[in-house]
């Protein structure tokens, strides 16, 4: 390691036992601790600086090594640290988190045949019909603890096939959803990492997503799903690439199948294999077949109001500022119903618009290809009216493949999200929606501005 170099390296091993350390100080902290606790403020700070300081401390650090050669041991380093900042979460709490217990109810009944979209889970109790009794009363203290329980399951086909298996692994355990989520974050990272080696990217870029702090207490830690996104779309990335038409289709059908918004890189993969009528037919059908197996049964139970698919497209709305403030004024000029449908609507159409306009031409190299479908995921997320932090793991993994550090830096704000649950509590979420929720943008809109000016002077030079 020459002198110059020295450095650099020294802060990433720095940052990365930053990382780790707060990983373990957060599940031995607040593993085990109430749901309730996570509205006081010590509790809350604790969440949003550690996350961010130690998000900002990765970020920082890889971003410094990009021009460094990555030894095997910093490579190794980067590969343990992400291990050991997940580690802890195993046989620790739910981490202040209550999603997970839907995750298991639904694991349980599709394990066991049954529909996970036929009842909502408050009706469970009273003995919902086609529901045998002993699975209601296995499952009673996580059916008990399931929010929103008068909604029946959002998620697609993709996610239940996930919550199904953690379920024959480990009946009723969070452990066992961590022990899937973990191995869906594992191979994003690998094949994050295979992208950036075909493109000849820095690796060391792979850490600011195996090794960011927020990705691995969210979604280890507490167990989020969206965690299984990252893989099925790097593959139909890499799929799309090859030329393997049918491949990129059935992989971009099971990211549908986790969560329904991956439809919008369907323009983009398709504009990839070119004028090839065989390839593209291939990948048209392996796409709709996958897509409608399994997100049918979800769609066709997406009527009544107990119908949480249309609840969240409607009314959810949480950690962004902007969208509150313009919520704000079209009901005020539109009325309560009509000024919410019409921005959403503004949103689902710049959506659309935007998958189109970035897939209007032709993809190049495989780099191209990889930044563009991170811009429209980082797009997607920062339209959504719901930007819960784990959501970053729409992109992150995309982030990561193509080096791409402004996004990255997203994850350095986004533990801004904890300081909600106190001003609820207190009776002041507006301050949060309204104000805090803005400074989440903070970090992204500064390293835009400051890789803008860096463009700008070496194109000067």
Sequence with gaps: MTPPHRWPCLALLCALAIAVATQVALAIGHGDAALSSREDWTTALILWLSLSLSALAVTGAAWA?????LSRGLALAIVLAGILMRAP????????????FRYLLDGAMVARGLDP???????????????PPDLIAEGGTAIAAINFPGLRSIYPGGAQILFALAHLAAPWSIDGLRAAIFAMEALAAI???????????????????????????????QAHV???????????????HRRAGGLAGCALGLAIGVKLWPVLLAPLLARALGGDRQRLAS??????????????????????????????????????????????GLRGI????????????????????????????????????????????????????????????????????????????????????????????????????????????????????ASRRAARAGHAA
């Design 65 to 69: 090594m990009r021009d460094v050669p």
């Design 89 to 100: 979460y195993f046989g620790a709490g739910p981490m202040l988190e209550d999603d997970h």
């Design 117 to 131: 979209y036929a009842v909502a889970p408050a009706s469970l109790a009273r003995g919902a019909p086609g529901v």
């Design 191 to 221: 094949l994050a990492w295979r992208l950036l080696v075909a493109c000849e990217g820095p690796p060391v870029a792979v850490a600011i997503y195996w090794c960011n702090p927020l990705m691995a207490f969210c979604l280890t830690g």
């Design 226 to 240: 969206d965690a299984a996104l990252g893989p099925p779309i790097l593959a139909a990335l890499l799929a799309t």
């Design 283 to 328: 990948f048209a059908l392996a796409l709709g077949g996958t897509t409608l197996v399994l997100c049918a049964p979800l769609l066709r139970a997406s009527l009544g109001s107990d119908a949480s698919l249309v609840a969240y497209a409607t009314g959810w709305s949480v950690n962004n500022a902007p969208y509150a403030w313009a919520s704000l």
């Design 334 to 449: 539109l009325g309560q119903a009509a000024g919410e449908g019409a921005l959403r609507l503004l949103i689902a159409l710049a959506a659309a618009g935007a998958s189109l306009a970035i897939a209007a031409r032709r993809p190049g190299a495989l780099g191209d290809l990889v930044f563009r479908a991170a811009t429209i995921a980082t797009f997607l997320f920062y339209l959504s009216p719901a930007q819960f932090p784990w959501y970053a793991a729409w992109f992150l993994p995309l982030a990561a493949a193509s080096a791409g550090w402004v996004p990255a830096t997203a994850t350095i704000g986004l533990p801004v999200y904890f300081l909600f649950f106190p001003l609820a509590a207190a009776g002041h979420a507006g301050i949060h929606h309204l104000g805090l929720a803005a400074l989440h943008l903070a970090p992204i809109l500064l390293a835009a501005h």
